[in-house]
Structure formats: C-alpha cells, structure tokens
C-alpha cells in the first residue's frame, strides 16, 4: 500500500502561481511513477504531469510551458509547480503514484482544490 498526501492548494488571481506537493508513504519502493491528475466540476478526472523514476516527464498541451513536475526519488515526494495560471485550470488535483508491473496499481491522494479568479 501507498499513502499520498496532497499540500499546496489555494485561491489565487489568474496569471498568479501555486506550488502542489505529494508526499508518498509505505510500500514506495514498488513506486515506478508519481504524477498530478485533475478533476473540474463535472467533468472527468484528467492527466496532468507524470514523471517516471528515471525522470521521463508527460504533460498535457494546455499547461506546456506553464506548469513543471519534479520529483525526490529519495524523498519520495513529487511537485508540481503552476504558473500563469488560468480560471480554466480550477479543479481537485490529485497526487497520483503507479507501481511496478506486472500489476500496476494506482494511488490516489485525497485531492487539493485550486482555484484561479479571473
């Protein structure tokens, strides 16, 4: 088992920035990657950023440039760090961690909620 706690939500004006932080707890070893979800009102949850242990990142086009994931493989914690945030980039964020094949498993945090005023 692996426990994720999200920190860093808040309420900040568009073009503002916010720094998430997950911290991974338990059986991290199994860890192969760590990354940020999302979920808007009503909408469906979402892939954000994902780094792998080796440091191989993804991110979807519409936070490109804005938005960087980092990772202490160490520490086993992983950032995300938002910037020129937009109102449509309000949603729960939620810290995600998958673990080793053969069986990959999901992690989930409890969600953060960000929201950005126009």
């Known amino acids: 088992q692996v426990h994720l706690v999200e920190s860093g939500g808040g309420l900040v004006q568009a073009g503002e920035s916010l720094r998430l932080s997950c911290a991974a707890s338990g059986s991290t070893s199994s860890i192969t990657g760590m990354g940020w979800y999302r979920q808007g009102r009503g909408e469906q949850r979402v892939l954000v950023a994902f780094i792998t242990n080796g440091g191989t990142t993804n991110y979807v086009d519409s936070v490109k440039g804005r938005f960087t994931i980092s990772r202490d493989n160490v520490k086993n914690t992983v950032n995300l760090q938002m910037n020129s945030l937009k109102p449509e980039d309000t949603a729960v964020y939620y810290c995600?961690?998958?673990?080793?094949?053969?069986?990959?498993?999901?992690?989930w945090g409890k969600g953060t909620l960000v929201t950005v005023s126009s």
């Open positions: 995600n961690a998958k673990t080793t094949p053969p069986v990959v498993v999901d992690y």
